[in-house]
């Protein structure tokens, strides 16, 4: 019976006439009575058609391009001297320079002079973070001056991180203060030999992450606990991941010594499989085995942070609007919105409009690391802040901004940004559902 030639051409994506000139050249018989063609021929043809599309798609020819090109660059995707594009070209009509744009059909005109074709291909849109600092403020390094250095320490759970950060700054504080401190809280200073460090506990592994996502590298040296009755894992495997991505030298505390089942050669044996090859073994990983609990050896670790963070000639200018990031936040019933910030560069003082994530606010009060209000907060210094409008999230950044209007403007536009991302996020979800259902 056959299939009309109309079919066949619909099917094939063709005009009629296209179809009858190709039947045609294959000296094809066409019953022109019908307008029909043999079952079997059509099948010839569509192999055809199949073939040549399959064809296209392996094409090795093809260059991507999101945008328009240069000459130049054009020129590097045929491999071709600019110089004979432009020969091209002129000859063409069109008269053009080595940096000049080239609109897609000048484009395709000239890749196919030389067997090419130009496909136009949708850019990625990269998820721009509006949570970024606003402000860019170059120092001048006349300004800039040495500040503490800030370590944070990471590790497993339970291998020891909290123990730790609270005998490092039981035995580092003077005795007045000692009887003071009760709590533990996120971030702190003391002074070693007469200089001062800034501790963190971890701020989680996810507010590490978007610190470093955000460029606003809190951390200057790491140092990573591992409990030798343990050994690595998997968070102490993440953890030296986070450290060595965010390219912060890493010192290892070999933890819980004091146990009877401790092993910490075994540890070392542990580290070396990822990466981190230990000193005595030929390798740069500075460890120190330590007992947190018994107060063992951390003056010598302590000792350690301090050689390291020399080398790294840390330093900011305190003289200028603050920025810095936050560390932990949380509802106060009587207070309200606290947040712990880390300073980083500049100086905090009371009064400043602050913009943190989507909060924003004017500091009302500050709360260093002895329960003390303070007036100001220079570089590396942890402090509490108040007079937040929101609660900010662990990882954002904080920052000074000119004045009130600006700092909620910002604040809105990123809560704004936000919902938007949720809404999107929660249609996948809904759609991923549906799919699930069927
Ligand atoms: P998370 O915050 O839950 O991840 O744990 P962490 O790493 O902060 O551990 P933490 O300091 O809470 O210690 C966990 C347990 O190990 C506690 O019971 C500590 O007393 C104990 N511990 C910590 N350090 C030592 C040590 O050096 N020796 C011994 N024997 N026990 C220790
Ligand atoms: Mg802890």
Redesign the pocket.
Known sequence: MGIRIYQLADELDLENKELIDILQELDIDINSHMSTIEEDTADIVRDMFEEEETEEESLENVIEVEDVLTVKELGEELDVKPNKLITELINMGTMATINQDLDMETMEELAAEYGYQIKEVEGEDEEEDIYGLVNDYEDKEEDLELRPPVVTVM??????????L?AIRKTNVTEGEAGGITQHIGAYQVEVNDQKVTFL??PGHEAFTSMRARGAQATDVAII?V?ADDGVMPQTVEAINHAQAAEVPIIVAV?????PNAQPEKVKQELTEHGLVVEEWGGDTVTVP?????QQNLDELLEMVLLTAEMEELKANPNRPANGVIVEAELDRGRGPVATALVKNGTLNIGDYIVAGSAHGRVRAMIDDHGQRVEKAGPATPVEVLGLSDVPSAGDILEVMPSGTNARDIAEEREEEKRARELVDHKTAVNLDDLFEQ
């Open positions: 590790g497993h759970v339970d291998h020891g991180k909290t123990t730790l609270d506990d971890t606990i409990a933890n819980k010594i004091d146990k330590i007992s947190a609990l018994k």
